[in-house]
């Protein structure tokens, strides 16, 4: 854990094997996001084994290798720590994030999922420190998760952002066309699975979702110095 | 994670959430088992997220307080760590031996499992003081682990507590019936699920298999001193 990536923020790819088309997929398509400029990689797979796992980042680690993106595993603080990856991203049902955050150290990344009011009151309640980013959605309705909460839809997203002392970033089936209603909510950045895993060109499809969100950012910031 | 428990012998009980009846069914029988004179408790739950996961662990964690009986988590050392467990068990899809130990200290318990000899050789390949303890088994066909190996028999345990530079028990359907074949196959305990877990009386059946195991060693020492 290397502590450079207590912050994300732009396009950040969450990686489905089974989209990608298996293991190798999610590699391949971790190099062509990569090229097409992506800001960091979670890897995702809770049908994988431990070791599955364990082989799966430290390949995705090995493809990221120099390029200071930040690695982030979900669920699994042991992989994230037997692979030394950047951090953890945690959802309500796995490790409380103050226990990976004692697991991790100060210098790991850790985010959260929140996909509700009521669940960012809890997250509210962390002591400082504890979270970097919030993962907020989800936004619409997604077919990468099945079990995923109802869509929240960017009113729920802005409500999120405006009560959070954490960047967010917006998750849940966000295309291309989305980001400048993501910005507008103000979320650090967006969260793709499907918009990348599985496209047949991964770099083309995340190069246009890192120029339309640096779009986005760039008419935001426009706005609001009107 | 205490160091107290870099041997485990005699009766080992692996917990099953179904059998048991549900989590507060794991932490009763777990209760019962002490009563019994278990000499270690195994959590394993495939099925419980990790949140669960840890809730059960903390649940038996607090069943066993004052009685000097290791606590193990089944594949997850995060969650070990969370909740201070005596140690880990991990299976061949786990996370590597090796890694654990990195992960864990050398004062934790590391029990591996292997289902023939091709997996016996890998292990033996690990460096000194890596493993503690190899669950050897399915000894019989077992109902309690739908994706086991073959069973192996008795005189496949034999052939690996043989070789085995560390103790070995037995695992996979073992009864109170089978537990002089077991110790003459030369392990050093048999690890349970479903002769405990379920049973109408958790702590009689724990009884009677402690005391069979007793009088299995005691045979067995008795017919090497002749």
């Not at 962390?126 to 990468?144: E, I, K, Q």
């Amino acid at each position: 854990v290397t502590g450079r990536a207590a912050t994300i923020t732009g396009i950040y790819l969450v990686t489905d094997t089974r989209l990608c088309g298996g293991p190798l997929g999610v590699v391949e398509t971790v190099r062509q996001a990569v090229r097409g400029g992506i800001a960091a990689v979670q890897v995702r797979d809770p049908r994988a084994t431990t070791r599955q796992l364990v082989a799966l980042c430290t390949a995705v680690r090995d493809a990221l290798a120099g390029s200071r993106i930040p690695l982030v595993v979900n669920d699994r603080v042991d992989v994230a720590l037997a692979v030394r990856a950047d951090g953890v991203h945690l959802g309500q049902d796995d490790l409380p994030p103050q226990v990976a955050r004692e697991l991790l150290g100060p210098g790991a990344h850790i985010g959260f999922s929140v996909s509700n009011e009521r669940e960012l009151a809890d997250a509210l309640t962390l002591p400082a420190g504890t979270v970097d980013l919030l993962g907020v959605g989800p936004v619409r309705d997604t077919p990468s998760k099945t079990d995923a909460a109802p869509a929240m839809g960017f009113d729920g997203l802005a409500a999120v952002c405006q009560l959070s002392a954490v960047p967010c970033v917006a998750i849940g089936g966000v295309k291309q066309a989305d980001l400048p209603a993501v910005r507008a909510a103000g979320a650090a950045g967006a969260a793709v699975v499907s918009a990348v895993c599985g496209h047949p060109d991964p770099r083309r499809a995340t190069q246009e979702l890192v120029l339309g969100w640096a779009a986005a950012v760039e008419r935001s910031e426009g706005g609001s110095r009107r």
